[in-house]
């Protein structure tokens, strides 16, 4: 039987993830997942096709006009990114509290979308603060689970100076 909606955690779709009872089958790898915390749809012409071409057939549809496939992600949120900026930072070069420093990235900042493995703390791995220029650069790296290495993260901007009421 196929399964109109499908949750994977890896980079890949295999038919025991679309299909009920899959039996030997089950392991082989049909479909490219969709990135990350994001969800694709495949239609169901395409999925039996791909079924057929490696020898499964009779599997039961019912009235599915396409599969929605689910990649299970970790977010790191934007906020939580920037508090442990803050963090590495605060009390360097004059700088008050984390809860105090107002921080501007070179690019725009975006949650992190992970893989699931990567179960780890966000760990500071390097800082740098210029207290001339304002400018910082922190790494972060977060462990994986299994025996991937960690994922590096790393961040630049200035501490964003506060704006004086008018005199």
Do not use: C, W
């Not at 969709?34 to 499964?56: I, K």
């Not at 984390?98 to 390097?126: C, H, I, P, W």
């Amino acid at each position: 039987m196929l399964r109109a909606n499908v949750t994977v955690t890896g980079d890949v779709v295999r038919i025991g993830d679309v299909v009920d009872n899959a039996g030997t089958a089950a392991q082989i790898a049909i479909y490219r997942a969709p990135d990350p915390g994001t969800t694709g749809s495949l239609p169901t012409a395409q999925v039996l096709s791909a079924l057929r071409a490696r020898q499964v057939i009779g599997v039961t549809t019912g009235d599915i006009k396409e599969v929605s496939v689910t990649r299970l992600a970790r977010t790191v949120e934007t906020k939580e990114i920037e508090l442990q900026i803050a963090h590495a930072i605060e009390h360097r070069g004059g700088l008050g509290d984390a809860a105090n420093l107002k921080l501007t990235f070179d690019r725009d900042m975006q949650d992190v979308r992970l893989e699931v493995s990567y179960t780890g703390a966000m760990q500071m791995v390097a800082s740098r603060f210029d207290s001339r220029s304002s400018r910082f650069d922190v790494s972060f790296e977060i462990a994986n689970e299994g025996a991937a290495a960690p994922t590096k993260l790393r961040f630049t901007g200035v501490r964003s100076r506060p704006s004086r009421p008018p005199s």
